[in-house]
């Protein structure tokens, strides 16, 4: 696909292996892009705060992650995410991650949410 910028595209999570998703308040990412670099931040079901900051090579982003549970303390990673197009326009992202300590892959996928 040809690279689609991210730069102010708001997603949602549908589906993770590594927690259940709450369909009625998923966690949400807000996404920034420039000069390859993409930043952004996430809350929601099970975060309070998060961050992220990576960078992009064609369909492929690649981010560490750091952010503070509701449950309480802290967790971060590592993630590899693949950018796709789907039929509506809208934009998925393919995430395979694994947090610091932890050596499980995890996947999880993302929809944009449309403005």
Known sequence: ?????????????????????DPDSP???LYWEA????WGSYTGDTV???????????????IAYVHALKAGGTAGGRSSSRVEAGDDGLLRLVEEFTFDGDTTPHVSVCAEVPE
Request: hydrophobic share 40%; net charge neutral.
């Open 1 to 21: 696909m040809s690279a689609v910028n991210l730069n102010g595209r708001k997603f949602v999570m549908v589906s993770s292996t590594a927690s259940v998703v």
């Open 48 to 62: 309070t705060h998060g961050r992220f900051v990576g960078t992009r090579d064609g369909d492929q982003v690649s």
């Open 35 to 38: 000069d390859g670099v993409v």
């Open 27 to 29: 966690t949400e990412f």
